[in-house]
């Protein structure tokens, strides 16, 4: 039944279509799912998944979602890594608990961006969140940068505290996160390796100038010698 379901969706020029919840233990292309589950110690790559439900990442699971839609939340707690790139779009909130890394980029976020107690490094960049971006207890470092939030920013209990700066929050600006706006932090500027010196030249000798040549007649002088 699904292959044909997924037979009727090619031929009709649209995404396949799978019913109920898919188990990503791999890749997953252009199929549109009603809930997707990362199951525990799997990786999953998504690539333009529909998802119309929620993406679940269960312990130790890693996600890498590459321009997703998403209708509900992706939540992750006990995972080892959540990846979510640009051209993603999320209609709930992304939660990642008690995790390891995450990198959310240029992604549009309906609800709230949550960070809590996370232990390993964590980035939030240029992503337009219509809730809160919040952060909490993280112990791996944090960097928040070129976001454009419609709630709130909010930042305590992060060791080390994050970083960021460039985001454009409508509601308030709060703790470790207060004074995240104006503009981005400068790249670190990468040094030029050293310019190894020319040899000097070393001059040409002189040329030494040839005799001039000399035309005859010749004249040839005998001494008189007298006896």
């Not at 044909?4 to 649209?14: E, P």
Request: proline share 10%; glycine share 12%; hydrophobic share 40%.
């Amino acid at each position: 039944m699904c292959a044909a379901v997924m037979l009727l969706a090619l031929l009709a020029g649209g995404a396949p279509v799978l019913a109920d919840d898919y188990t990503c233990m791999g890749t997953a292309g252009a199929i549109e799912v009603d809930n997707l589950r990362v199951p525990s110690g799997a990786t999953c790559t998504l690539n333009e998944t529909i998802v119309g439900g929620n993406i679940l990442v269960e312990s130790n699971a890693t996600l890498h979602a590459f321009g997703v839609r998403v209708d509900g939340n992706i939540q992750a707690e006990d995972a080892a890594r959540v990846n979510v790139y640009a051209g993603s779009f999320v209609g709930g909130n992304i939660q990642i608990f008690q995790s390891g890394a995450a990198d959310i980029t240029s992604v549009v976020i309906d609800g709230d961006l949550q960070f809590d107690e996370n232990d390993m490094f964590l980035n939030a960049a240029n992503n337009t969140i219509d809730g809160n971006l919040q952060a909490f207890q993280n112990t791996g470092g944090l960097s928040i940068v070129g976001n454009t939030i419609g709630g709130n920013l909010q930042c305590q209990a992060n060791a080390p505290p994050p970083t960021g700066g460039g985001n454009v929050v409508e509601g308030d600006m709060e703790d470790q996160c207060a004074d995240f706006g104006g503009e981005p932090p400068a790249p670190p500027i990468t040094p030029e390796p050293p310019v190894t010196p020319e040899p000097p030249v070393t001059p040409e000798p002189p040329i030494t100038p040839a005799p001039p040549v000399v035309d005859g007649p010749f004249k040839a002088y005998i001494p008189l010698i007298i006896w």
